[in-house]
């Protein structure tokens, strides 16, 4: 078959489905009958198989490049989904962040034991090669505590100085996207940032400031440090699929991946600015620790209760017949209904 015999039984079809589309461009289907809306997608489907072969053997015709541009006009309007509300991304951050949390579950302790790991690397760091504690410590931490101070400062309010925010939304969308990277940098990052915690944790024990140390971070840390292991779970998602695409092409498993984990990333982002609000009001101010501690595991444990218990189905209890026959066991195994 050549070009001229195949476009020429089609051309009918082409035009009435190119005049069909310009009518509609920038409108919905909506406005038309049920009839007409059976035919534009008999017209889209027929015209989508034309391009398949045309593809397939006229790849570099301008018949080619015609029918692909057509095909995704009209599949805009065919397939053009509601606009954005506000209930909708309300129901979005109450049932889809949380289902994508516990989706990714597995990922989510995969980060959690690579920051932990992080943690007793470091810790043990510390302790056991004191020649290098001045390399794993800054030396004004050791200077403030032999002056009687604890060594640790917290930034002016975030309003002043919103530095807080965006270092802490730098290393989240950082995580996230080295993901792309099969994973292995996200994962480094995260054992990384543990082993600073854990270094930092073993100067202040061996000072002796621990409850002046974990109440000043208490408030904001708990959220922080799960928001850090969260982003890193989508960041290992992402590795993931580009490791172990599967069946699929290694762009398509990543773009799936991306579907999967977006409200678990737009859930990071908004989680910051609270994170990023206690750091800045909470932490830093002359609370009482035991409020502070207080303030940062209800918070914690909002965050959790969230993720864990948000947009689960219910499933209906089993209907209690309260009128069904009795049942009479009998001799031999017979039964007999009474009643």
């Given at each position: 078959?050549?070009?001229?015999?195949?476009?020429?039984?089609?051309?009918?079809?082409?035009?009435?489905?190119?005049?069909?589309?310009?009518?509609?461009?920038?409108?919905?289907?909506?406005?038309?009958?049920?009839?007409?809306?059976?035919?534009?997608?008999?017209?889209?489907?027929?015209?989508?198989?034309?391009?398949?072969?045309?593809?397939?053997?006229?790849?570099?015709?301008?018949?080619?490049?015609?029918?692909?541009?057509?095909?995704?006009?009209?599949?805009?309007?065919?397939?053009?989904?509601?606009?954005?509300?506000?209930?909708?991304?309300?129901?979005?951050?109450?049932s889809g962040?949380?289902?994508?949390?516990?989706?990714?579950?597995?990922?989510?302790?995969?980060?959690?034991?690579?920051?932990l790991s992080?943690?007793?690397?470091?810790?043990?760091?510390?302790?056991?090669?004191?020649?290098?504690?001045?390399?794993?410590?800054?030396?004004?931490?050791?200077?403030?505590?032999?002056?009687?101070?604890?060594?640790?400062?917290?930034?002016?309010?975030?309003?002043?100085?919103?530095?807080?925010?965006?270092?802490?939304?730098?290393?989240?969308?950082?995580?996230?996207?080295?993901?792309?990277?099969?994973?292995?940098?996200?994962?480094?990052?995260?054992?990384?940032?543990?082993?600073?915690?854990?270094?930092?944790?073993?100067?202040?024990?061996?000072?002796?400031?621990?409850?002046?140390?974990?109440?000043?971070?208490?408030?904001?840390?708990?959220?922080?440090?799960?928001?850090?292991?969260?982003?890193?779970?989508?960041?290992?998602?992402?590795?993931?699929?580009?490791?172990?695409?599967?069946?699929?092409?290694?762009?398509?498993?990543?773009?799936?991946?991306?579907?999967?984990?977006?409200?678990?990333?737009?859930?990071?982002?908004?989680?910051?600015?609270?994170?990023?609000?206690?750091?800045?009001?909470?932490?830093?101010?002359?609370?009482?620790?035991?409020?502070?501690?207080?303030?940062?595991?209800?918070?914690?444990?909002?965050?959790?209760?969230w993720m864990?218990?948000?947009?689960?189905?219910?499933?209906?209890?089993?209907?209690?017949?309260?009128?069904?026959?009795?049942?009479?066991?009998?001799?031999?195994?017979?039964?007999?209904?009474?009643?």
């Amino acid at each position: 078959m050549n070009l001229e015999t195949f476009s020429a039984g089609r051309r009918a079809r082409w035009a009435e489905l190119e005049a069909r589309t310009a009518a509609l461009a920038g409108n919905h289907l909506r406005g038309l009958g049920s009839a007409d809306i059976e035919r534009f997608a008999v017209l889209y489907r027929r015209t989508a198989s034309d391009l398949a072969i045309a593809r397939r053997d006229f790849p570099d015709q301008a018949v080619t490049e015609y029918l692909n541009s057509l095909c995704g006009r009209a599949h805009v309007l065919l397939n053009r989904g509601s606009a954005p509300r506000l209930r909708n991304t309300a129901h979005f951050f109450a049932s889809g962040a949380p289902r994508a949390f516990r989706a990714n579950a597995g990922y989510f302790l995969g980060s959690l034991a690579c920051l932990l790991s992080g943690v007793v690397a470091g810790w043990l760091a510390y302790d056991l090669r004191p020649d290098l504690r001045g390399l794993l410590v800054p030396n004004s931490l050791f200077a403030e505590m032999a002056q009687g101070g604890s060594g640790i400062t917290l930034p002016q309010p975030f309003l002043a100085d919103p530095s807080i925010f965006l270092h802490n939304m730098e290393v989240a969308l950082l995580v996230l996207a080295l993901g792309l990277c099969a994973g292995v940098p996200t994962a480094l990052l995260i054992f990384f940032q543990g082993w600073g915690l854990g270094t930092l944790g073993a100067a202040i024990h061996a000072g002796g400031y621990d409850y002046a140390f974990w109440s000043l971070i208490a408030a904001h840390g708990v959220l922080e440090m799960s928001i850090f292991v969260t982003a890193g779970a989508v960041g290992l998602r992402l590795g993931d699929a580009v490791l172990r695409p599967g069946m699929l092409r290694r762009a398509d498993a990543l773009a799936r991946a991306a579907r999967e984990t977006l409200g678990l990333a737009l859930a990071v982002i908004l989680l910051l600015v609270i994170a990023g609000t206690l750091e800045a009001f909470v932490s830093p101010s002359g609370m009482p620790g035991g409020v502070k501690i207080a303030i940062g595991l209800t918070v914690g444990a909002c965050f959790y209760s969230w993720m864990l218990l948000a947009g689960r189905e219910r499933r209906p209890l089993p209907h209690l017949a309260l009128d069904a026959p009795a049942v009479e066991h009998l001799p031999e195994g017979r039964v007999a209904l009474s009643g």
